[in-house]
């Protein structure tokens, strides 16, 4: 690796990597706890160019080791979330390309509609002929803003007693879609 074939050991390394991060005020009592990852990053540029290097070679052998790890536990997530609704690419812009690799970056700005048109509001009242979903008028709404509409569907009647019987609604409202 890097370690050996420039500093001999890991000890080695170790030591000349601590005096170095000393110097630029990253280590405290002797260790670099508390040290957050914005701070490590812009304090290592202040040492030599062969020195910063390694170092944040090493930070990265870390931090590969430290997601395989997460990884094998099934407790690492990419980011990746699911969009709901009809999505339009609003932007594409080009970031960074990498010139060895031909890898790129790139910024993707997207808008997202998780409502429903009237006619598949219709359609779906259609499908519900027991008497008790319709379209209703939201009773909550913003100070000065227009009142809300939205489709109550009947889900199930629930029999809490004798004499009650609880009624369960899915509600679609026209911008955000369903609510369980």
Same mark, same amino acid.
């Given at each position: 690796?890097?370690?050996?074939?420039?500093?001999?050991?890991?000890?080695?390394?170790?030591?000349?990597?601590?005096?170095?991060?000393?110097?630029?005020?990253?280590?405290?009592?002797?260790?670099?706890?508390?040290?957050?990852?914005?701070?490590?990053?812009?304090?290592?540029?202040?040492?030599?160019?062969?020195?910063?290097?390694?170092?944040?070679?090493?930070?990265?052998?870390?931090?590969?080791?430290?997601?395989?790890?997460?990884?094998?536990?099934?407790?690492?997530?990419?980011?990746?979330?699911?969009?709901?609704?009809?999505?339009?690419?609003?932007?594409?812009?080009?970031?960074?390309?990498?010139?060895?690799?031909?890898?790129?970056?790139?910024?993707?700005?997207?808008?997202?509609?998780?409502?429903? &048109?009237?006619?598949?509001?219709?359609?779906? =009242?259609?499908?519900?002929?027991?008497?008790? @979903?319709?379209? %209703?008028? #939201?009773? *909550?709404?913003?100070?000065? &803003?227009?009142?809300?509409?939205?489709?109550? =569907?009947?889900?199930?009647?629930?029999?809490? @007693?004798?004499? %009650?019987? #609880?009624? *369960?609604?899915?509600?679609?409202?026209?911008?955000?879609?369903?609510?369980?």
């Amino acid at each position: 690796s890097f370690i050996e074939m420039n500093y001999g050991s890991l000890a080695e390394f170790c030591a000349i990597a601590r005096r170095g991060m000393e110097g630029v005020g990253l280590e405290r009592k002797g260790n670099f706890q508390g040290c957050k990852l914005k701070r490590f990053l812009n304090r290592i540029f202040g040492l030599p160019f062969k020195l910063q290097t390694h170092i944040f070679d090493f930070f990265l052998l870390l931090l590969e080791s430290k997601v395989s790890a997460a990884k094998a536990d099934n407790k690492y997530s990419e980011g990746i979330v699911d969009i709901c609704g009809v999505t339009r690419l609003e932007q594409e812009e080009e970031l960074y390309s990498c010139k060895r690799t031909g890898a790129v970056t790139k910024y993707f700005r997207i808008s997202t509609d998780r409502g429903i &048109s009237w006619d598949e509001a219709t359609s779906l =009242l259609g499908e519900h002929s027991d008497g008790d @979903s319709g379209f %209703y008028r #939201a009773t *909550y709404q913003s100070a000065g &803003s227009k009142p809300i509409y939205v489709l109550a =569907l009947k889900k199930k009647t629930f029999a809490a @007693s004798e004499n %009650y019987c #609880a009624n *369960y609604f899915c509600i679609v409202r026209p911008n955000t879609g369903y609510s369980p």
